[in-house]
């Protein structure tokens, strides 16, 4: 099928040519499911033989959302007069009627399971190159890196979520009972490394000699007195992801020289934010336990403690979008704090202009 629905007059904040995370695997089952990517809408579903696919979620027939209808043999069968499509988004079937005329499908999208993710290609098919997609090999791993899935429905602007972890002085004031209690002043003064890549951003904090904060104390179940060097790990990579490798050892194991140590605090964490409408997203995210990963209770309560932290960031996120969309004209002020959030910015902006400039020199 063409790519002719991508309009170069009508820029969007997102790049259509790139994987987003379009489900966890485990959310796929034998009955639709209707999702919102990048102003479109999708229905995902698994076929009889366990496969996974994404259509445009809208019959060609008489424009009813195909997620109101239900998986049958051969596909996906629309709940008001019964036409089957198959996972490439053709009109197998038209009850009652032999032939079947060819215009009659639906948009599929390119789907891809990795890693305990399911990837969405939003733009065009013969671009959606699997090598693209990112390696976090900790999901697959409940042996060593033990962890739940997250899943919010987050009012804002998919990098508003992204500048919040690029930006991580915010940690102090907004999560005082998580991850940012204990040692304010030794957090904000982290020294902070950044490296831009062609993929995105990424940099590590190093708070050393702090009071470890309370979500890594009951974790790692320290006492009153001790003392901690805590690290920070991120890696932004566009156009919706951020991968993070965080954690602290008591002072004196020498952390700083080798993280990959024995005992006490360690997490993988899993951020992605895809696009749902310019003022909406889906953040998908897991947090391994990486440190005690025999102990179950362990890894439900890091689950539970890290999603009362985003409970946290997201209160501020959709406020913050609210002001944005009564104002958006108004310019912002950057501050020192913001070195790895603009390479981020920067990144996805680039990304953006390559496709609509890609596009421009194909409709020459
Ligand atoms: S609207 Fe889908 S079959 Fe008629
Ligand atoms: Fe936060």
């Known amino acids: 099928m063409s790519f002719k629905h991508l309009q170069i007059d009508a820029p969007k904040p997102w790049p259509h040519n790139a994987w987003y995370q379009a489900a966890w695997i485990h959310e796929l089952n034998d009955t639709p499911i209707a999702r919102m990517f990048l102003d479109e809408p999708v229905v995902l579903f698994r076929g009889k033989a ?3 696919y994404a259509l445009e979620d809208r019959c060609c027939h008489r424009a009813t959302p195909l997620h109101l209808g239900e998986v049958v043999d051969g596909g996906l069968q629309c709940g008001y007069h019964g036409l089957v499509f198959d996972g490439a988004g053709k009109c197998v079937e038209i009850p009652g009627q032999d032939t079947i005329p060819p215009q009659a499908q639906v948009r599929s999208y390119p789907v891809v399971e990795q890693q305990e993710i399911v990837w ?39 990098m508003l979520l992204v500048d919040n972890l690029m930006d991580l002085t915010h940690i102090p ?3 005082k009972k998580t991850i940012g209690g204990g040692d304010q002043k030794g957090q904000v003064n982290a020294t902070m490394d950044v490296t ?15 009071v ?24 932004y990579v566009a156009p919706a992801s951020v991968l993070q490798w965080t954690g602290a050892l008591e002072c004196g194991r020498g952390a700083k020289q080798n993280r990959f140590q024995e005992g006490g605090f360690s997490a993988r964490v899993w951020h992605t934010a895809t696009p749902r409408t310019e003022t909406s997203c889906f953040y998908f995210w897991a947090a391994t336990n990486s440190f005690l990963p025999k102990d179950k209770a362990a890894t439900e309560k890091l689950h539970s403690e890290v999603a009362k932290t985003f409970d946290e960031d997201i209160a501020f996120l959709e406020q913050q979008q609210a002001c944005l969309s009564a104002n958006p004209d108004r310019a912002s002020v950057d501050i020192k704090h913001d070195v790895a959030r603009k390479p981020a910015r920067a990144t996805l902006e680039r990304m953006i202009r390559a496709e609509a400039e890609a596009l421009a020199t194909a409709a020459e």
Not at 136 to 151: I, M, Q, R
Not at 196 to 210: C, P, Q
Not at 219 to 234: C, T
């Open 50 to 52: 366990g496969e996974a």
């Open 120 to 158: 969405i290609w939003m733009g065009d098919p013969a671009l959606a190159d699997d090598r693209l997609i990112i390696d976090f090999p900790y999901l697959d791993d409940h042996e060593n890196h033990p962890h739940g899935h997250g899943l919010l429905e987050i009012d804002c602007n998919h």
């Open 173 to 175: 004031y907004i999560h």
């Open 196 to 210: 831009k890549k062609d993929t995105g951003v990424h940099y590590i904090r190093w708070m050393e000699n702090i």
């Open 212 to 235: 470890p904060p309370p979500t890594y104390r009951k974790a790692a179940d320290w006492g009153d007195n001790v003392m901690v060097d805590r690290w920070q790990e991120f890696e």
